[in-house]
C-alpha cells in the first residue's frame, strides 16, 4: 500500500509499504477513505526526530470502511464506515472508566513513561503506523472506531477523530459557561473548532488571537471577535481594555510547542532536533524547551479565578513556569490529550444534525491526494496559500 513516511526532519516520502494485517484478536483493518494533516504532525516534522526511525507511517485523523475484523472486534463489522480515534484505548480499564481514554492502561506505552498509544506518533507513543495510508490496522477496535451513517460527506465525520474532541474537550476544561468572555490563543484548526465549541457551550464572548489573516478572517465569518497581535504592542493590556480592566474568564491554549516568538528556544529546539538520536532525546527529556511566549500570556490574559485550558502540545521538560504570578491570580489550570471515546458520543450526535452546527465541511482548505503530502506539510507548516486544514485522499 501507499503511505506517508518520515524519512528524515522535515523529508518525508510517499512510498510503497506492506499491507496491515490483523495482529491480536482485537484488532480491525480500515481502508482510509480521507485523511488529514494535523498541526501535531508538525511536531515530528521537526522537533521529535529523535524519536522516529525512516519509515515510520504518519497520521493520526483518518476514517474509512472496514475490510477486516478479529474474532475479537465486538460488534465491529466488514463494510462498517468509521473514524478512528487518534488515542488507542480499550474502553474497560480503570482509566477509560473513568473517562480518561487518553491514559488508557491497556495500551499505556510504560517503557517511555506515557499515557495511551497514538497512532503514526513515534516511539514516544508506541511506534503504531499512522493513518495517512492506504490501510490502517486498528488496535483495540472492540471500542475505539466510532461507526458513522452511511450517508453524508467525509469531512461531516472525519474530525470526530481528533480536532472535535480536542476542541470540546479545551472548552470543557476550560469550564466555559454562560456569560463567560473566552480568548482563544491561536486559530489554527483546534482554535477555530474550539471557538465555536466556546460558544456551542455557553460563552458570551469568543475573542481569537492569531496573527495570519486567512485565519482571522475565518474566526471573524463566524462572529467571533478577534486581536491581530501584528497590531498590538501589548496583548494582555488589549485584552483588560476590552474586559473592563478584569482580564478574560477563560483563556485556551490552542498554539502549543509551535508558538512564534522565541528565536533563541526556536534555534534551540531545532539544533536538539538534529543532533545524533541518543544525544537527542536525552536532551529532550531531561533540559528540553518550548517556545512559552503565548503560554506566558495565558497566565497574563486570564482574570484572577480565571481557568487556563491548554490543547496545545508541549513537550520541555525544563519550561519555566510564572509561578508566583499564577498562585496570586488563583488560577485554575486543566491540560491534557484528548479522551475522544469520553465525547464522541455527543459530538456525533451535533455533527449529524441537519445543520453543520460547527462548519466542519468549511474547515478545510486544501484537499490533495495523498500523493501530494510532503507538498502540503509544507504548505501547511509556512502557512502557505491559505492553508488552515489539509485533508487527504488515498
Not at 495510508?133 to 450517508?151: F, K
Amino acid at each position: 500500500m501507499k503511505a506517508v513516511t518520515w524519512q528524515s526532519p522535515e523529508t518525508l516520502e510517499v512510498i510503497d509499504v506492506p499491507d496491515p494485517r490483523i495482529e491480536e484478536p482485537t484488532d480491525a483493518i480500515v481502508r482510509v477513505t480521507s485523511t488529514a494533516i494535523c498541526g501535531s504532525d508538525l511536531h515530528l516534522y521537526g522537533v521529535l526526530a529523535p524519536y522516529l526511525q525512516p519509515g515510520d507511517v504518519l497520521g493520526h485523523e483518518a476514517m474509512g470502511i472496514v475490510e477486516e475484523v478479529g474474532p475479537d472486534a465486538g460488534d465491529l463489522r466488514v463494510g462498517d464506515r468509521v473514524v478512528v480515534p487518534f488515542n488507542i484505548s480499550c474502553g474497560d480499564c480503570w482509566m477509560c472508566r473513568r473517562g480518561l481514554q487518553s491514559q488508557c492502561e491497556t495500551t499505556q506505552v510504560r517503557d517511555q513513561g506515557k499515557g495511551a498509544a497514538l497512532f503514526g506518533y513515534s516511539s514516544l507513543y508506541g511506534s503504531v503506523p499512522g493513518g495517512q495510508a492506504e490501510l490502517l490496522r486498528v488496535p483495540q477496535a472492540q471500542y475505539g472506531p466510532v461507526r458513522l451513517p452511511e450517508s453524508g460527506s467525509d469531512e461531516r465525520y472525519l474530525y470526530l477523530s481528533d480536532v472535535l474532541p480536542t476542541s470540546w474537550q479545551a472548552a470543557r476544561y476550560a469550564d466555559v459557561g454562560e456569560g463567560d468572555t473566552v480568548v482563544v490563543m491561536g486559530l489554527g484548526p483546534i482554535g477555530q473548532m474550539t471557538a465555536r465549541a466556546a460558544r456551542l457551550q455557553g460563552a458570551e464572548r469568543v475573542i481569537g488571537v492569531d496573527l495570519v489573516d486567512e485565519r482571522l478572517a475565518m474566526a471573524a465569518a463566524h462572529d467571533m471577535e478577534t486581536i491581530d497581535i501584528r497590531t498590538v504592542d501589548d496583548l494582555p493590556s488589549a485584552v483588560r481594555e476590552i474586559t473592563d480592566g478584569r482580564g478574560a474568564d477563560r483563556v485556551i491554549d490552542a498554539v502549543g510547542m509551535e508558538a512564534h516568538g522565541n528565536p533563541i528556544a526556536e534555534r534551540v529546539i531545532g539544533a536538539t532536533s538534529r543532533m545524533p538520536k541518543p544525544l537527542a532525546r536525552k536532551a529532550i527529556e531531561t533540559i528540553g524547551i518550548d517556545r512559552l511566549k503565548v503560554l506566558h500570556q495565558c497566565f497574563d490574559i486570564v482574570r484572577r479565578g480565571g481557568t487556563v485550558s491548554l490543547s496545545g502540545v508541549y513537550g520541555g521538560m525544563a519550561d519555566p513556569m510564572p509561578l508566583m504570578r499564577m498562585f496570586d491570580k488563583q488560577v485554575t489550570v486543566r491540560m491534557g490529550q484528548a479522551n475522544v471515546r469520553r465525547w464522541s458520543d455527543e459530538l456525533l450526535e451535533m455533527v449529524t444534525r441537519e445543520e453543520d452546527v460547527f462548519d466542519v465541511e468549511g474547515l478545510a482548505t486544501h484537499r490533495v491526494p495523498l500523493s501530494h503530502a510532503p507538498e502540503a506539510y509544507r504548505t501547511f507548516r509556512d502557512k502557505e496559500d491559505g492553508c488552515i486544514k489539509v485533508v487527504l485522499s488515498p
